[in-house]
């Protein structure tokens, strides 16, 4: 718990410093703007606390030196080839979606939508990374987006808990959906109210409410990766007590227990269990790597890879192994098993 703290407290400066930052420096376009620049931010430095010091002076750095609010020009190239792949990835997933009728499936293609927007928003930074809308447009939507992926992954650990033997859950497979949902869509709430908030006081250089909204938000990026974290703690039980035997509930019939042999064994299910395993691993270094300072969003190839790399995955996965072509492989398998004529 002392290095969750001890995380929070820095992303609190971290957001702090860069909302400050935003209020305090004026357009780094304009260099004749620089001495009275350096005025604002040496008034800023001295109202703030040591720790928000340090920081503020790295950010404002990076400004000087034609960085924008990133740090860095976001390369126009990547930023397109990603856009793309987002696009066909998406777009397949609408055609499975409309050919196989699995309406829940519809959070992935807004996932994807939202996805575009946010990379479509990098692109125009590529070009003037010192405008903060494309900046904070970008920031918002990429922290939206993996809510919606999360849904899906919730929903198939729900259905591989109710075919593969529910005594090894601690919680019964119709309530993931319900309860990771609800948080999700809660700190989905508390993230978007934060950032309107943080940009509206950005905008308008007024520190205290930017200050008041970054707090906002991280309150709910927080609360998000804990329940992401509660998540993938029930989920890595469930699999060892699964393999290793070790229910927590009583054991059901025998008539029962054989049917769910049948449902274990299908290779369907064991590669759905996989594509569920990838996104939940792709989702949970997303949620690690959330942020308005630090390593991963001023260093291009690190947000390339834990952002844009880590989302291709989780949503490249579902088009590869989507979820209704396991569910009706894992029913033809079983009917196989029926017709087989018993001794």
């Not at 859950?169 to 934060?194: E, T």
């Not at 227990?257 to 691993?281: C, I, P, Q, R």
Request: glycine content about 6%; proline content about 3%.
């Amino acid at each position: 718990m002392l290095k969750v703290d001890s995380a929070t407290s820095l992303f609190s400066y971290k957001v702090r410093s860069r909302l400050l930052a935003v209020s305090s420096v004026p357009d780094i376009r304009h260099p004749k703007s620089d001495l009275a620049g350096q005025v604002h931010i040496e008034a800023a430095i001295h109202s703030s606390s040591s720790t928000m010091n340090s920081t503020f002076i790295d950010i404002t750095s990076a400004q000087q030196d034609y960085g924008g609010y990133y740090g860095y020009t976001p390369t126009l190239s990547i930023s397109i080839v990603i856009l793309v792949l987002f696009c066909v990835s998406t777009l397949i997933h609408t055609g499975q979606l409309i050919y196989r009728r699995t309406w829940w499936m519809l959070a992935m293609v807004i996932g994807g939508v939202i996805e575009i927007a946010g990379w479509i928003s990098r692109v125009c930074s590529s070009s003037d990374p010192s405008s903060l809308s494309p900046f904070l447009a970008q920031q918002v939507t990429l922290i939206i987006a993996p809510v919606f992926y999360s849904a899906v992954v919730y929903v198939i650990l729900g259905y591989i808990i109710y075919k593969c033997g529910e005594q090894y859950s601690r919680v019964r497979s119709r309530y993931y959906g319900i309860i990771f949902l609800v948080c999700d869509v809660a700190s989905l709430v508390v993230q978007a109210v934060g950032g309107a908030k943080a940009a509206g006081g950005a905008a308008d250089k007024d520190i205290e409410v930017s200050n008041s909204g970054a707090n906002i938000m991280m309150g709910g990026i927080v609360f998000q990766l804990f329940s992401m974290t509660l998540f993938v703690i029930l989920a890595v039980e469930y699999s060892l007590r699964a393999y290793y035997d070790k229910p927590l509930k009583s054991k059901v019939s025998d008539v029962k227990m054989d049917a769910k042999k049948n449902t274990v064994d299908s290779s369907a299910v064991k590669k759905l269990l996989a594509a569920m395993v990838v996104g939940t691993v792709t989702l949970y270094i997303r949620e690690l790597s959330e942020g308005w300072t630090g390593p991963i969003i001023t260093t291009e190839v690190y947000f390339i890879i834990f952002d844009g790399v880590m989302m291709l995955i989780c949503m490249g996965i579902f088009n590869i192994l989507y979820p209704t072509w396991a569910f009706r492989r894992e029913k033809e398998e079983v009917k196989k098993v029926d017709l087989v004529p018993t001794a």
